[in-house]
């Protein structure tokens, strides 16, 4: 990313709190195939080769330009009641966009 | 003292209330900064989906940008078709004429920028439009799905 953006990085930060909390919810979730594909596409073999590749957050600041903050919904992907309870629910926050509206816009 | 931090918080500049949310989110935001010892500056991140670059919306969010002149810090666009890795032949405006849409971003947030007095220079990027699937449809929705055995070799290209 340093290399290709220039020292330019916009970065999503919810994307990143999603990658730092693969590890856990793949072990927990025994998302076996997922973690296999995930490995696969990152060419790694461990989650501390993953870690690495997928650092804390203060170790982007001195590449990214700007950090991008959405509300905790993001692009209105919502997950049905057996996913949300292995992955997580993300509450009942509207954000600054609301679900409806986003479903409006994708239009 | 630490390194001033820039974020940017997604506003659809068309639609009036979500400004006022935003500026109040940039206060707070920034008051919490200050408390902690983190200076910040807060923004907008314009996300162009398809439905804000609907004329009467870019229309909308220009006079906004008059009134409020909001610090603008980037610019992203949705998928732009031919200007992704990957796109098929049907999605290439230019074949039949039609507007180029990441030439309409680009515009706009020119024309925004004019009014934003923060100077900030901004960058416009866009979805790459190439993703990785366990499983895929026989038949191929959209063209810009692989599969892990057709990404890894095409892996540093891509």
Redesign the interface.
């Known amino acids: 990313m340093k290399r290709i953006s220039g020292g330019r990085i916009v970065l999503d930060v919810a994307h990143w709190a999603a990658a730092r909390s693969a590890p856990e919810l793949f072990e927990k979730n025994k998302a076996y195939e997922d973690k296999e594909l995930l490995f696969k596409t990152e060419g790694i073999k461990s989650w501390d080769e993953y870690v690495e590749r997928n650092p804390d957050l203060n170790s982007y600041i001195p590449h990214t330009r700007v950090f991008h903050m959405s509300n905790s919904t993001g692009l209105g992907v919502y997950l049905d009641e057996e996913n949300l309870e292995k992955w997580g629910d993300v509450g009942t926050v509207e954000g600054l966009v609301p679900r409806s509206d986003f479903y409006k816009w994708l239009m | 003292m630490a ?1 001033t ?8 500049l068309q ?1 009036e209330p ?1 400004i006022q ?2 500026l109040r ?1 940039k206060e707070r935001i920034e008051n919490y900064g200050q408390s902690i010892g983190q200076p910040l500056n807060v ?1 907008v ?1 314009l996300f162009y ?4 670059l609907k004329d009467e919306n870019r229309e909308r969010a220009l006079e906004n940008q008059s009134k409020y002149h909001v610090p603008i ?2 610019a ?1 666009a949705s998928f732009q078709l031919k200007h992704n890795l990957v796109f098929s032949r049907n999605q290439d405006s230019s074949l039949e004429g039609r507007k180029d849409l990441l030439d309409t971003v680009i515009v706009q947030t020119a024309e925004l920028k004019e009014h934003d007095t923060s100077k900030f220079p901004v ?1 416009v ?1 866009f979805n790459v439009g190439a993703y ?1 699937c ?1 499983q895929i449809p026989e038949k191929r929705p959209v063209p810009f799905i692989y599969s ?1 055995d057709e ?2 070799p095409q ?1 540093e290209e891509l």
């Open positions: 390194k931090l820039n974020v940017g918080l997604p506003v659809m639609s979500e949310a935003f989110a923004g991140f989906l398809p439905f804000a810090l980037h992203q960058d990027d990785l366990r892990i990404i890894l892996r």
